[in-house]
């Protein structure tokens, strides 16, 4: 059994772990406190299978950008605890209103900020933990949806640059807080401006891998419950045939581990 995780292997056969490099959910599940109200959070599916997967019972799971709570609502629903971090103040306060407990693990505050990540340190401290066990990184993509009026929200960077490098910021500040040979998942989309591709899961996973990150799986999800092209299908289709373009139905799920220093 693999040191990061306490699945039972007796009944392997029977797992519902995905195991392969591709992710197909027809329907986003809604069930417990999930309500999907936010505009950008990702399906439920994807953190419940991570964190089985890469974490035990009692482990803590870390989210810098914990938006509407979906990855919070999954680790407390598996029984793994968990800190997360929002630059918007009144996702905290939501969230809070639907938790029965560990309330206190939750702060409103800027991810790209080292200041910030010395708060995080203490609740480790209060938890009974020196590091955080996984993380999970489901950043805004870029500027397709404006979060915040923050300057330092990544969905108001004024370039791809600036948006890499803030979340360079995010992803050093979690690196340093999370436990040696334990693993981080980067979930992203790519862009589409001024008639181009812009490959921005391609360009994370490079950043990634710059501050000493390795590579462990590429997965690819379909989209499913995407607002922007709820119910028109058609339109979408008619658009990219008159075009020279595919539409989007995939996003990506990078795994990375954090390997000891020598």
Not at 39 to 51: A, D, M, T, Y
Not at 127 to 138: D, P, S, T, V, Y
Not at 193 to 210: H, M, R, T, V
Request: proline share 3%; aromatic share 12%.
């Amino acid at each position: 059994m693999p040191k990061f995780n306490d699945i039972d292997l007796v009944d392997w056969k029977d797992s519902d772990i995905e195991t392969g490099s591709l992710w197909i959910f027809n329907n986003r599940d809604n069930n417990g406190k999930h309500d999907g109200f936010f505009h950008g959070n990702f399906v439920p599916q994807v953190p419940r299978q991570l964190i089985k997967r890469y974490t035990k019972k009692g482990d803590i799971v870390f989210d810098p950008f914990v938006g509407s709570g979906t990855t919070v609502y999954e680790a407390q629903a598996l029984e793994r605890n968990f800190i997360g971090i929002d630059i918007q103040q009144n996702l905290i306060e939501y969230i809070k209103e639907k938790l029965s407990t560990h309330k206190d693990n939750l702060l409103f505050g800027d991810s790209t900020d080292k200041q910030t990540f010395e708060h995080v340190k203490k609740m480790l401290k209060l938890n009974g933990k020196e590091r955080a066990q996984f993380a999970i990184l489901h950043p805004p993509y870029h500027n397709i949806i404006k979060f915040s009026e923050s300057v330092r929200d990544l969905s108001n960077s004024t370039s791809l640059n600036e948006f890499r490098e803030k979340f360079k910021e995010v992803l050093s500040n979690t690196i340093n807080i999370l436990e040696n040979n334990r693993y981080l998942a980067i979930v992203i989309g790519d862009l589409y401006q001024n008639a181009e591709w812009i490959p921005l899961g391609f360009y994370l996973l490079e950043d990634a891998k710059s501050l000493g990150l390795t590579l462990k799986s590429i997965v690819v999800k379909n989209m499913c419950g995407n607002r922007a092209k709820k119910d028109k299908e058609q339109i979408w289709r008619y658009r990219a045939l008159t075009s020279d373009y595919y539409i989007f139905k995939h996003e990506y799920i990078l795994i990375f581990k954090k390997n000891e220093k020598k």
